[in-house]
């Protein structure tokens, strides 16, 4: 198992590559001039010019590349334009914050996901089973700030149960995770219904439900252990989803993460720490996709073959 997981981060290293690229070409074709934003709209020409040279900007585009390619490679994600220290340094007091609101909003849409998609195979067509469908609907098409605006109203302005906006207790995470996880939820309950119904059809559940094993032995021995790869594969990817919600996330509830920190570099247009963020951001969508493919190899030892 373990050869193949290393080949799949070999594998990734030329997807990091691209994505050098990509961000490098798109940074640069963001409307505006971070050098003319440093020096001031009333800044002359030449100071413009200058500020532009000092930061590099003056240089082909070309040339810009391979200066941060080797950066990168050496390990530096540069400085930013803004605050002038090290990209790494603005980054790292970010990195919790948003792992924490991660891991709160991913445990919710998972648990909550995984249950709720069970309970509406195992009660096909019914009133919970439409219920299900319909909050899982609601979830996945509802926009995520509009979600996040609501829950505030209610929550926190209406009820005054939860703080509207900040850090620091579990009450800070409840609408924040809430409003990340919602979208998640929705998928892996629809997926997971739809999974648990095909896996219910099959002849070995016949078999168990003519033995009169017990409901809870058939559903969570049988049922569930040859559903759990899917399931699996269907969490690692809305993992992986969640980070591009989370910029929206963070932003509404003005949460001190990645994602809010992105848009404020995308506003100043500081190009070395939105370089850097989207790096970050590809990186932990190829780890995770690594280790989801290492998880379903334990699960289920026929993937290995088939990898």
């Not at 970010?94 to 009660?123: D, F, K, Y």
């Not at 896996?199 to 168990?208: E, N």
């Not at 506003?267 to 690594?290: E, K």
């Amino acid at each position: 198992m373990l050869p193949l997981i290393l080949r799949r981060a070999v594998e990734a290293v030329p997807t990091l590559v691209l994505v050098t690229v990509t961000v490098f070409l798109v940074v640069h074709v963001i409307p505006g001039d971070p050098a003319l934003f440093l020096a001031g709209d009333q800044a002359r020409e030449e100071d413009v010019a200058g500020v532009r040279r000092h930061l590099g900007l003056d240089r082909p585009y070309h040339l810009q590349y391979l200066g941060y390619l080797g950066r990168i490679l050496r390990g530096d994600l540069g400085y930013s334009f803004t605050t002038r220290t090290a990209v790494a340094d603005v980054i790292a007091p970010r990195v919790w914050p948003s792992v924490q609101l991660a891991l709160a909003a991913m445990t919710l849409a998972a648990l909550l996901g995984l249950a709720t998609g069970i309970v509406a195979a195992l009660r096909p067509h019914g009133w919970i089973d439409t219920v299900v469908s319909t909050v899982s609907l609601l979830g996945v098409t509802v926009p995520t700030f509009w979600l996040g605006l609501m829950l505030m109203w209610l929550l926190a302005v209406h009820w005054q149960l939860v703080p509207s906006f900040g850090t620091g207790t579990w009450k800070h995470v409840v609408m924040p995770a809430i409003t990340l996880g919602a979208a998640p939820l929705g998928i892996i309950a629809r997926l997971t219904r739809s999974e648990m119904l095909e896996v219910l059809q099959q002849d070995f559940i016949r078999t168990a439900w003519a033995k009169g094993l017990a409901r809870h032995v058939v559903v969570l021995k049988h049922a569930l252990r040859n559903m759990l790869l899917p399931a699996v594969n269907f969490v690692g990817m809305q993992i992986g989803i969640a980070l591009g919600y989370a910029v929206v996330t963070e932003t509404v509830f003005a949460w001190p993460g990645l994602g809010r920190l992105l848009i404020d570099s995308v506003t100043v247009r500081d190009y070395p720490t939105i370089q850097g963020l989207i790096l970050l951001f590809a990186a932990v969508f190829i780890a995770l996709n690594v280790v989801v493919d290492g998880v379903a190899m334990w699960v289920d030892p026929r993937t290995r073959h088939a990898g």
